[in-house]
């Protein structure tokens, strides 16, 4: 009976001892796959920072558009939260983790320094320089309401953060200049010093401005155009500036119902039923970007060929007249959001020398281009010329001096070439978008291939996103698409 009871307890005990081992074994494994975890950051921080170090050299002599609309600060901030996170998972003492948050703050005085340097620049972001220390209370709300700012106002303000108690001169440095001191938190907005807490109201109370959106404008011949051509930019539009504009010239109905073959191919009775559908698929396409739209109005070449009449153009119009009517309705447009602190970029279609053909695509470009050498902005106004897909592709790009096609007033200009890269969930709300199309899709003509009523939209699809694989000239592996839009400089 006792043997009985030993074997029990010795049973009891083998169970015990299996259990306790495996736990410790358990727990062994776990933090060493932290350890590697945190190591694996610790190497990818490192490189994060090498490449940021590499990015101050190139931005410096940079325009101004390159310099605001680059992505360091994006990742500087993404190095910030990530040594947080490790200085949060227990890490703040450890030598290393100390030695790279020294490193970064190094970085941001840099980029804090290089943004300042840019006095050619007419519109800057608020630069914000947070000083913090540990175990305060009141810098942990600090540090959310900064947090808040920078990211739902990404463009139009910078936040960098020091922890006050380390004992690095470059810190210690910028304090002193500030005139920083505790009690903290402190914050120095565009070089003015604010001890204790400030809110987002108090904040936004200061610099109203930061909360102010940049509005795009993307002018559109016809309503699928915008959506071919920067669909990937207005979808990256809605992350960084609000919503943006898509403002399409002709939309026109004839007061009297004609039909053309962009009538009759898709399977549209006249011309009223084909106007009111693709309306009507231009606004779930602009839906899907984010986007809002104005429409002008203004008729369809293949209706003015038939000396159609509509409200917005009761009589035939030559060339001219039109160029300037529309002229002065995107001037009327851009009057009614330009003030004295306003940002606002607006994009055009090219022509490339004239090898775009379509009249309608010439004379909205014209009348853009009128506008550029006329209008006299009250803030800060931007414009640039975007490639017109397909036209863009039938006109042989990309090409070398690609810049002297782009318009009929290239000698007059200087046209800047900016790569607006695009992810797969960009690329993929584009894909969408333009399957809104499918009227405009069932009735086009890409590469001299004639669309029928059975066409598919993805025929079309397939199509730009090819074209946008070999846009990205070689400077991004990932992602691998690209639309490309040029500055207009005088």
């Not at 108090?202 to 959506?227: E, G, Y």
């Not at 414009?383 to 002297?404: L, M, N, R, S, V």
Request: charged residues 20%; glycine residues 4%.
């Amino acid at each position: 009976m006792k043997f009985r009871e030993w074997r029990k307890y010795i049973v009891t005990l083998a169970i015990t001892l299996v259990i306790f081992i495996t736990a410790i074994g358990i727990s062994m494994w776990i933090d060493n796959a932290r350890v590697n975890n945190i190591r694996t950051l610790q190497d990818n921080i490192s490189m994060d920072m090498l490449s940021s170090e590499t990015q101050f050299n190139l931005l410096k002599d940079a325009s101004c558009s390159d310099l605001f609309n680059s992505d360091l600060a994006t990742q500087l901030s993404d190095i910030g939260d990530r040594l947080s996170f490790m200085e949060s998972n227990g890490h703040n003492t450890d030598a290393d983790v100390i030695s790279l948050r020294q490193y970064y703050y190094t970085l941001e005085i840099k980029d804090y320094i290089l943004i300042k340097s840019a006095t050619k620049c007419p519109l800057k972001p608020t630069t914000v320089l947070y000083f913090y220390e540990p175990n305060c209370s009141d810098c942990d709300k600090q540090g959310d309401v900064l947090t808040y700012l920078r990211q739902h106002y990404p463009d139009n303000v910078r936040v960098y953060s020091f922890d006050y108690s380390l004992n690095t001169g470059a810190v210690q440095t910028l304090a002193s200049i500030n005139k920083v001191g505790k009690p903290l938190p402190a914050i120095v907005i565009d070089g003015t010093t604010y001890q204790g807490f400030n809110s987002v109201d108090d904040i936004l109370a200061l610099k109203p401005q930061i909360a102010s959106a940049r509005t795009r404008i993307v002018l559109s011949p016809h309503l699928d155009d915008a959506a071919l051509s920067i669909g990937g930019l207005i979808a990256k539009s809605t992350h960084s500036v609000g919503s943006p504009v898509i403002v399409t010239v002709f939309t026109g109905t004839p007061n009297t119902p004609v039909i053309t073959k962009w009538d009759s191919e898709p399977g549209f009775k006249n011309s009223t039923e084909t106007m009111k559908k693709r309306i009507s698929e231009n606004a779930s396409a602009a839906y899907i970007l984010g986007a809002s739209t104005v429409n002008f109005g203004y008729l369809d070449n293949e209706y003015r060929r038939l000396n159609a009449t509509s409200t917005k153009t009761p009589v035939a119009l030559s060339t001219s007249t039109l160029e300037s009517k529309i002229a002065a309705d995107i001037i009327k447009l851009i009057k009614s959001s330009d003030t004295s602190t306003s940002s606002m970029e607006i994009y055009g279609p090219a022509i490339f020398d004239g090898k775009v053909g379509h009249p309608d695509h010439t004379i909205l470009h014209e009348a853009y281009m009128n506008v550029i050498s006329t209008y006299k902005p009250r803030g800060i106004v931007t414009f640039f010329i975007y490639e017109d897909f397909p036209y863009a592709k039938w006109a042989g790009i990309p090409k070398t001096d690609i810049t002297k096609t782009l318009s009929a007033d290239s000698s007059q200009y200087f046209y800047a070439p900016i790569y607006i890269p695009l992810n797969t969930d960009i690329v993929s709300t584009k894909k969408d978008a333009i399957s809104s199309y499918s009227s405009q899709v069932k009735a086009m003509d890409i590469d001299g291939i004639s669309k029928t009523a059975s066409s598919s939209p993805i025929d079309i699809i397939t199509l730009d996103i090819k074209w946008m694989s070999s846009r990205c000239n070689g400077l991004f592996r990932i992602p691998s698409a690209c639309e490309v839009v040029y500055q207009v400089q005088k």
